[in-house]
């Protein structure tokens, strides 16, 4: 203990002479008519660097609210949240300075050209190496509306504050600053910060710095806050308390974390029982408060527990509550203490919190299930899931994102990283390495690691490659793998037994590495399902071949416990029993499991559903392998008995994906699928249609939403023929081959999006081009342009057949993309149904088809919020007739983009619609009933 005080205190002397100190000064004034803070700030900078510096920078992320067009406006619009972006002027937030000197003299700033959240200011007298700089400021602070990134003022008045004044950039050689995108993660150097804070008195203030005094006069209470070596100043002013203070000898905890089920007492004792985790963890927090918030657990929850209902609850009350401290508290003691680059360099902080959170599971519940109590109810318990411990979600997250080949670098940037693995995958990836590299080394090496690590960098700059250093210092192990390979890359991990031989006294096995990294494998043998032994692996290229003793062994299992995050465990065992034993039983279950690598799994699920008012409600059972998490090969059948109808249908398919890693061309399916519905009322379809599809995206950027896609199939229908239809008397039974490209960039403010199709049949082949336009103006006006061109290379159907020609406003969907709820329908409501394809007319005109060319333009614009005016022009043109121009317009409800709106036409070919008998029936709608294209909504804003 006493080497390690001269250490510590050693380190302390050369990093106060390093980095020495920095100081903020400020004043600020509260005003909570307009929701605006008048701010004077003193700022004292050391540039602890080898140079002089005659610029600097400062981060006014207030300001990063200002406009639609800054980063924080940007980020917040790629995820599909449009609040931001419709939201008045006075519910965002900005800054304006009216004076900066240095001295008493004035200096020259300016924001950056492209980040008006960074300044720019020259000073007017260089610092060289171990001065320091003085700036004065004072400015004006509009709070944004709390909507938005939950911090500002909200509906009722109250004020959560973070990043709301300016403070000084880092600059240690080189300068970092940011703009703000609404990720928490603003670097800056640390400070003895002292607050004079002037609210009204009915206000409750909340702060993690320590109140010094305070006093009322005139209705206005003065609070003076300080604190040393500072990087977080949250400050919260509520009209009614809502943070309960739990004081230990020396520490105390501040929370406004919810639970009403719980009494006082049982919160004390949570209380202290975290506090002793992370002091005999991390070492005494070197504040007298730390604060964890309702607002931390909302933007980075317990995942599992914040979807479920309130009425459902699997785990006690107390664990969820406990779960809930441990996490905020985990992260910000660290986030206080350990002085990382937050942008490039949080999977360090994150992988030692989530580490932590596991050890702190298994050292206090233990047999805590992941279903929690749900998994001791009957019908429940024979599932896999059912097995799982809670600590196993951990490596489930993660793998959503690896089976699907979405999964990105620990080390990337954090405004680089999808929002589903900047909030979950990647801090599990972190969590669970650390798990795996624990049991590699051993001996409770990483615990005692990470414990001197943040004892000796406490408040002082660090790195992930010092982490890396002073780690690789603490054991004689290479783990170069861990920072190489798990780390640095996206490498995914995939070990198999190629080969067993044994004899009475040994075992000699091949061990296969199917991808290429470095890291280690374990190897355990068993008896009985007992463990005989275990053993690591190292340095295995590609494969490797090894002797073990037999020691009466029947199995040999790579990762027996489940400690490395591998992506395919369903190949990892051999018996020494005999030829046959490897074969995987077959389990069945009904409803969806996880994925059980010892069996060959098969669900059911009932399936009750409504797809067309020609077979009414259909129920049916499903029968897949599909788990929880993706598989290469997937397979569905799915019979059905449709009430309406009175008959058997249903659909399947089989297919096989293969994913390509670090190259634009990601996904490569190909497969087959099949179905049997009606398409008119006793009239029946069958289709059959082997597909390839290539997929690509952005290698260097998964947040982009470009994507392209190359669809080729075969497409072959069977309908009943019906000799009173003029779609089915002729030519009933078709096939066509069907080519597509597609590149789209699907965004809330610029949606592009454009498609080729070239189709062959029997008697035609055509080829068409679509292009569609999206943009949301910063007036909240929206413009929808599409633009449709489509053309026969051959059409040697009859003249008095329509069947494949281009439709101006309603398609035949001969190849069955689309979903009609009544396809064959000549009048009534469900005639009525609007699909956004070909023509894209809304009105019903004369000339509904074209055989030989057709050309439309589709614009829509908005009136006030959700109401739209619409207008088509086009130009069809058929065989032996002269071209004939096609208009209409009309109002459009758009209460769900591409989901749900409502079309009434207005005028048109036809005249004034509006006033036209029956103008009911000219309404049009487009709806969707299909759970997974609803899905979509919810998928990409974290995909």
């Given at each position: ?464 490659k010092e982490f890396e250093s002073f780690l690789k210092s603490r054991t004689k192990k290479n783990i170069d793998w861990f920072f190489d390979d798990y780390v640095n890359s996206r490498k995914k991990i995939d070990f198999k037994i190629k080969s067993v031989r044994k004899t009475e006294d040994s075992i000699t096995l091949t061990i296969k590495n199917k991808r290429e990294n470095k890291v280690p494998v374990s190897l355990f043998t068993l008896r009985n399902d007992t463990i005989v032994s275990k053993r690591w692996i190292e340095a295995i290229d590609s494969s490797k071949t090894i002797t073990i003793p037999r020691e009466n062994a029947d199995k040999l299992v790579l990762n ?384």
């Amino acid at each position: 203990m006493k080497s390690r005080l001269f250490i510590f205190s050693l380190v302390f002397l050369v990093n106060y002479m390093s980095f020495g100190q920095n100081k903020i000064d400020l004043k600020a004034d509260f005003n909570v008519r307009d929701h605006t803070i008048k701010i004077k700030q003193r700022i004292v900078y050391q540039n602890t660097s080898e140079k002089t510096l005659d610029t600097i920078y400062l981060n006014n992320w207030p300001n990063s609210y200002a406009t639609k067009k800054t980063a924080l406006a940007t980020r917040i619009a790629d995820e599909f949240i449009n609040d931001f972006h419709l939201a008045k002027n006075e519910d965002r937030g900005y800054s304006v300075v009216t004076s900066m000197t240095q001295d008493s003299v004035p200096v020259d700033f300016k924001p950056l050209k492209d980040q008006i959240d960074v300044l720019k200011v020259v000073l007017n007298k260089p610092v060289k190496p171990g001065e320091s700089y003085t700036l004065n400021l004072a400015y004006v602070v509009k709070v944004p509306n709390s909507k938005f990134t939950s911090y500002g003022v909200t509906d009722i008045g109250d004020y959560n504050l973070r990043y709301w004044y300016i403070t000084p950039a880092v600059f240690d050689g080189s300068w970092h600053y940011y703009s703000n995108k609404g990720l928490d993660d603003l670097y800056i150097p640390k400070a003895d910060i002292d607050l004079e804070v002037n609210y009204p008195e009915y206000y409750d203030l909340t702060s993690e710095l320590d109140k010094v005094k305070n006093r009322v006069r005139d209705s206005v209470k003065t609070q003076i806050l300080t604190g040393k070596d500072r990087i977080s100043t949250k400050l919260f002013l509520n009209k009614e308390p809502k943070f309960n203070r739990i004081k230990g000898d020396d520490f105390s905890l501040i929370s406004s974390i919810s639970d009403t089920e719980l009494d006082v007492l049982d919160k004390v004792l949570i209380t202290e029982r975290i506090s002793k985790f992370l002091f005999q963890n991390f070492g005494q927090y070197p504040f007298n408060k730390l604060l964890v918030t309702q607002i931390d657990y909302d933007k980075n929850p317990i995942y599992g527990l914040n979807f479920l209902p309130k009425f459902i609850k699997p785990y006690p009350d107390h664990f969820q509550y406990e779960l809930k401290v441990l996490k905020i508290a985990l992260h910000n003691y660290l986030e206080n203490t350990l002085l990382l680059n937050p942008r490039k360099e949080q999977w360090l902080l994150d992988g030692i919190q989530m580490f932590y959170m596991m050890n702190y599971v298994d050292e206090f519940y233990p047999d805590m299930k992941f279903l929690g109590s749900i998994a001791d109810f009957w019908g429940v318990r024979s599932f896999h899931a059912a097995d799982m411990r809670f600590n196993d979600k951990y490596v489930l997250g993660f793998m959503l994102m690896a089976r699907t080949n979405r999964d990105q670098p620990l080390n990337m940037a954090k405004d680089s990283l999808l929002k589903f693995n900047n909030n979950i995958a990647n801090k599990y990836k972190a969590g669970v390495g650390f798990k795996y590299l624990d049991d590699f080394i051993n001996s409770d090496t990483l615990e005692a690691a990470i414990e001197d690590f943040l004892y000796y960098h406490k408040l002082e700059p660090t790195s992930t490659k010092e982490f890396e250093s002073f780690l690789k210092s603490r054991t004689k192990k290479n783990i170069d793998w861990f920072f190489d390979d798990y780390v640095n890359s996206r490498k995914k991990i995939d070990f198999k037994i190629k080969s067993v031989r044994k004899t009475e006294d040994s075992i000699t096995l091949t061990i296969k590495n199917k991808r290429e990294n470095k890291v280690p494998v374990s190897l355990f043998t068993l008896r009985n399902d007992t463990i005989v032994s275990k053993r690591w692996i190292e340095a295995i290229d590609s494969s490797k071949t090894i002797t073990i003793p037999r020691e009466n062994a029947d199995k040999l299992v790579l990762n027996y416990n489940k400690v490395i995050p591998e992506i395919n465990l369903r190949d990892n065992w051999k018996s020494l029993k005999g030829f046959f034993f490897n074969n995987k039983p077959l389990q069945v279950r009904v409803f969806q499991d996880v994925e059980d690598p010892y069996y060959n799994q098969l669900f059911f699920m009932p399936v009750i559903e409504f797809r067309n008012i020609y077979d009414g409600l259909t129920l049916g059972l499903r029968a897949y392998n599909k788990t929880l998490l993706h598989k290469r090969l997937n397979y569905k059948l799915e019979p059905k008995y449709s009430l309406q109808s009175k008959s058997i249908t249903g659909s399947g398919f089989v297919s096989m994906t293969h994913y390509l890693e670090n190259s634009d061309l990601y996904d490569v399916t190909y497969g087959l699928g099949f179905g049997y519905s009606s398409y008119a009322k006793d009239l029946f379809v069958r289709q059959f249609a082997p597909t390839v599809k290539l997929y690509f995206r952005e290698a260097d950027d998964f947040r982009s939403n470009k994507r392209q896609l190359v669809s080729l199939r075969y497409v072959d229908i069977h309908r009943d023929k019906d000799v009173n239809n003029i779609l089915t008397k002729n030519e009933p039974n078709y096939g066509v081959f069907n080519a597509r490209y597609i590149y789209s960039n699907d965004n809330l403010i610029h949606f592009n999006k454009w498609y080729t199709d070239f189709q062959l049949g029997h008697k035609f082949s055509k080829l068409s081009f679509t292009y569609e336009y999206r943009r949301l103006f910063e007036n909240n006006r929206q413009l929808n342009m599409r633009l449709f061109t489509g053309f026969f290379l051959k059409n040697d159907n009859p003249l008095d057949s329509d069947y494949f020609s281009f439709a101006l406003d309603r398609p035949t969907d001969y190849l069955f993309d689309y979903n009609y709820l009544g396809r064959s329908e000549a009048s009534g409501i469900f005639s009525q149904q609007y699909i956004d394809a070909e023509g894209g007319f809304k009105s019903k005109l004369e000339t509904p088809f074209a055989n030989q060319w057709i050309s439309t333009l589709n614009v829509s614009t908005t009136l006030w919020k959700y109401v739209l005016m619409y207008g088509d022009l086009g130009v069809v043109k058929n065989k032996f007739n002269d071209p004939f121009i096609a208009y209409d317009s009309g109002i459009r409800v758009n209460l769900v983009t591409d989901y749900f709106e409502i079309y009434f036409p207005v005028y048109s070919n036809l005249g004034w619609e509006i006033s036209q008998p029956n103008y009911s029936q000219k309404i049009r709608f487009k709806f969707t009933v299909d759970p997974q294209v609803l899905f979509g909504l919810f998928r990409r804003r974290w995909y």
